[in-house]
Structures are given as structure tokens and as C-alpha cells.
């Protein structure tokens, strides 16, 4: 069975808006239906595995009364979780999806967080780190932390064994992949932050993933939205393809084709097959409000609606 765990620094619950109209900043804007739903990557990704039966323990810190509902929504949920308390709230996100299914998001920014509080989480985790155990590392980064907190983490749990996972963006990404984590998980607009050069052409994307794994030997899996998804590592270069459904969540999206990525890889170390179950998955969760989850069973209701290739 696979063991996995997933860290998030800067939790936060989603409150997703829903709008008959375009949403137009500076004026009354009103919404016909609200969800308020888990968020942020790590704990979105203890969620999905959770639906395979992996238990993937959620590290973390949680504040305040925000903090508190989010301990239950998790409890309600059946995952586990081991949280630092702070004085700081948890953080609360905004997300206003209109008619046209545009999505405008405003975000806390979270924070502060001790240092005292930092260290106690990482030893939590080091101490539970071993060989082969699958650590999602994820999200944003709270006020005061440094921006390379991921790199020293990554570090950390490398030196016990452990295959880290990283999906973050900008400084972040930046300097923990310098740490050689076993895979990162950007999606086009993080990969061009990386890069720093604008990418919008898979082909192009492609192009550019194999030479940044040539340099720095950590495999890549790059999400592109509708334009679907590509994987380069060991086992070569791959793409698939996304398939058409109407979106109602876009929260969570990326952490459920990655959830369900690594999962299926793990089971059937089948790159071509991982990355088809992964974007069926993907498709069901977007199909549902907030940062709802799919169901088991309609994990897979378009894998033959979408088509995977390896390159030569």
C-alpha cells in the first residue's frame, strides 16, 4: 500500500461565489449561491488519496476559528491531520465564479508563523519520514517564512528516504527545486515563472521540460488546463489530453491530476494509463462546486474520452 503524507504551510477554507452576471470590480455584485469548502494543495491532496484508502496524514498549521472549522470539515471528512497551533487564523480565500464561468480569486495572505512553531513542525515530520514514503510538499508560503523553506525541507526528508513532491510557484519553486525533490507539479503559468519566458504552446512546454529535467534530474508533471497535461521523466516524455466538461470548481483541479497521478503510478507504474486516470479525474472534480471531490466510482467516467502519447 502506498504511504504518503502532504504538508501545508499556509492553509485555508475556500468560500466560492457563484454570479448570474460578469463579475465587475468597483461595483454591487451579487451572488445567487455560495460554497464553503477545504482548500489549499496539501490537504486537497490528503482528501483525494483518501478516496483510494491512503491514509496521507495532513501536516500543517491551523488558528483561530477558521482553524477550528477546518479540524471538523477534515474529521467529517475521515483524514487524519496533525496541526502546529498558532495565534494567526487560518486563512480564509475568496473565489467568484460568474456566468461565463470566469473565475476571480482573492486570497489572505496567512501568517505569522513563529519560528518555534516551524521547527516543531518539520521535526513532526522528519520523525515520520521514511524510505519510499510519498511526501506532498504544497501552496503558498505564510508571513514571516522564508522563501526557501521548501528547499530545506525537501533536504530534510530526502535524507531519511522519502520521495518528495513539490507544487509551488515563483522564489518558492525556484529554490526547492535546487534540492532535488523527486517531482514538481507546476502548471503553465508556474512553469513560465520558473523559466522566466512566457509559455503557452504544449509544444513548446515540452520542449522546455526536457531540457529542465536534463539539468536538474527531477521529473516534471506540467498540468495545462484544457490543453491537457505533460509528464517527462525516467520513463520518457509523455502528453494527454483533457476532455470537455462544464466547469463549476476549478479549485483543487491541479491537485486532483496530480493526486490521482501518483497514486495510479504507484499501483500500475503505467506512465501512459497514470496520466489518463489522472486527467479523467481532474475533469470530475472541475464538474462539481468549490473544492468538492469526486466519488470513487466517477474517477475514471472519461478516461476513453481522452487520448495519452509518448514521444520518441
Given at each position: 500500500m502506498m504511504k504518503a503524507a502532504t504538508l501545508t504551510l499556509n492553509p485555508a477554507l475556500d468560500r466560492t461565489m457563484y454570479f448570474e452576471k460578469p463579475f465587475r470590480a468597483g461595483e454591487l455584485n451579487r451572488c445567487f449561491d455560495t460554497v464553503t469548502t477545504l482548500g489549499s494543495k496539501g490537504i486537497n491532496v490528503s482528501r483525494f488519496l483518501k478516496i483510494f484508502g491512503v491514509n496521507a496524514l495532513a501536516y500543517g498549521f491551523s488558528g483561530g476559528d477558521t482553524g477550528v472549522t477546518m479540524e471538523n470539515m477534515l474529521r467529517d471528512e475521515g483524514v487524519d491531520f496533525?496541526?502546529?497551533?498558532?495565534?494567526?487564523?487560518?486563512?480564509?480565500?475568496?473565489k467568484m465564479i460568474d456566468s461565463d464561468g470566469t473565475c476571480t480569486e482573492a486570497n489572505e495572505k496567512g501568517g505569522p508563523i513563529t519560528d518555534e512553531a516551524l521547527k516543531t513542525l518539520v521535526e513532526m515530520m522528519e520523525n515520520s519520514a521514511e524510505k519510499g514514503k510519498y511526501f506532498f510538499l504544497g501552496g503558498s508560503i505564510p508571513h514571516p517564512v522564508e522563501k526557501g523553506v521548501y528547499n530545506s525541507i525537501t533536504q530534510v526528508l530526502k535524507s531519511r528516504g522519502a520521495k518528495v513532491i513539490l507544487d509551488c510557484d515563483g522564489e518558492a519553486l525556484e529554490r526547492g527545486l535546487e534540492a532535488r525533490p523527486s517531482l514538481i507539479k507546476p502548471n503553465l503559468y508556474e512553469l513560465s515563472l520558473l523559466l522566466h519566458k512566457d509559455i503557452k504552446d504544449p509544444d513548446e512546454a515540452i520542449k522546455e521540460c526536457k531540457r529542465l529535467y536534463v539539468e536538474k534530474s527531477v521529473e516534471i508533471l506540467c498540468t495545462m488546463s484544457e490543453k491537457g497535461a505533460l509528464f517527462v521523466g525516467k520513463e520518457g516524455v509523455f502528453s494527454v489530453t483533457s476532455p470537455r466538461v462544464e466547469m463549476r470548481g476549478f479549485t483543487g483541479a491541479g491537485d486532483s491530476f496530480l493526486s490521482a497521478f501518483t497514486y495510479m503510478?504507484?499501483?500500475?507504474?503505467?506512465?501512459?494509463?497514470?496520466?489518463?486516470?489522472?486527467?479523467?479525474?481532474?475533469?470530475?472534480?472541475?464538474?462539481?462546486p468549490g473544492s468538492t471531490l469526486p466519488k470513487k466510482e466517477d474517477m475514471d467516467k472519461y478516461i476513453d474520452a481522452v487520448n495519452a502519447r509518448r514521444y520518441e
Open positions: 496533525s496541526f502546529v497551533k498558532t495565534e494567526a487564523p487560518t486563512r480564509m480565500n475568496i503510478r504507484d499501483k500500475t507504474n503505467d506512465i501512459e494509463y497514470s496520466l489518463k486516470f489522472a486527467s479523467s479525474a481532474a475533469a470530475a472534480k472541475v464538474e462539481l
